[in-house]
């Protein structure tokens, strides 16, 4: 009797193991929740008609910020509707006056410059054609911190917006100047329109990583056209390395973000 009884016990024991199995390999199997997302993917969207050439683009780095997604969007609706709107009206002025009409361009490009794990650097081209003498262009730079969910301006990374200004003014209108020289092919002076040198407030400063090692080590400063120089000399683009005095000047919270 004492057999049976141990040997129904013993049974009993093999038939709840596979359920206890298949309970656990179920507690492991990952729900959707925990499933990897797919990758962000650069974006680039291009419209031809024959009142438009049009394109606007982002990098995967701004396709992974939801708040920057809708943003880029909003912006791309907005441009390509005036555009077109700019673009009817000089159309129907031109075939009153029986000239031609050309056709309207515009192009926005966002590119990263660098990020770190807070901040995200990105640089935005534009030009275009609307019916002027000649086209225009512009570059201007848009820093987002990613903790705070918002855009932030460079000035906006120092304790005291004084520090970024002592700290850059000179060395930024020293290289402007010897730059500008070598275009010109003469010393700056003489009191002309151009030859004053742009607050930093007037140009776009991009923290930039070359190195892709999560920290901002150059900083490209950047003059369109009409700023530092007429439209025939274009824009000047001008490099300067971190400096320990600069990151020292920096708010506590971002200075993890640069190296010199």
């Not at 004084?162 to 060395?171: C, K, V, W």
Request: hydrophobic share 35%; net charge negative.
């Amino acid at each position: 009797m004492k057999q049976i009884i141990a040997l129904s016990l013993l049974l009993a024991g093999c038939s709840e193991q596979p359920d206890r199995t298949a309970a656990n390999q179920a507690a492991r199997k990952p729900s959707p929740v925990d499933a990897p997302r797919p990758a962000a993917r650069p974006f680039s969207t291009e419209v031809t008609t024959d009142l438009i050439q049009f394109s606007f683009s982002w990098p995967a780095e701004a396709s992974a910020i939801p708040e920057l997604v809708q943003r880029f969007h909003s912006e791309m609706d907005k441009e390509k509707a005036e555009l077109i709107a700019s673009a009817k009206e000089d159309k129907a002025m031109r075939e009153k006056l029986k000239t031609d009409f050309n056709p309207f361009m515009a192009t926005t490009a966002y590119e990263t410059g660098g990020q770190s794990a807070r901040l995200l650097s990105l640089r935005s081209d534009g030009s275009g054609y609307t019916g002027g003498a000649h086209g225009y262009a512009g570059t201007s730079a848009l820093l987002w911190d990613r903790q705070g969910k918002r855009e932030i301006k460079f000035a906006d990374l120092f304790a005291d917006k004084a520090n970024r200004d002592r700290l850059l003014t000179q060395r930024w209108c020293d290289a402007l100047n010897k730059a500008r020289e070598e275009k010109r092919g003469e010393p700056v002076g003489g009191g002309s329109l151009f030859d004053d040198c742009p607050a930093l407030d007037e140009i776009s400063i991009i923290p930039m990583d070359p190195d892709k090692d999560g920290r901002f080590d150059r900083l490209l400063l950047v003059a369109s056209p009409y700023v530092a120089g007429p439209w025939v000399e274009g824009a000047y683009e001008i490099e300067l390395k971190v400096t320990p005095d600069l990151i020292s000047g920096l708010k506590a919270e971002y200075r993890p973000s640069f190296a010199s």
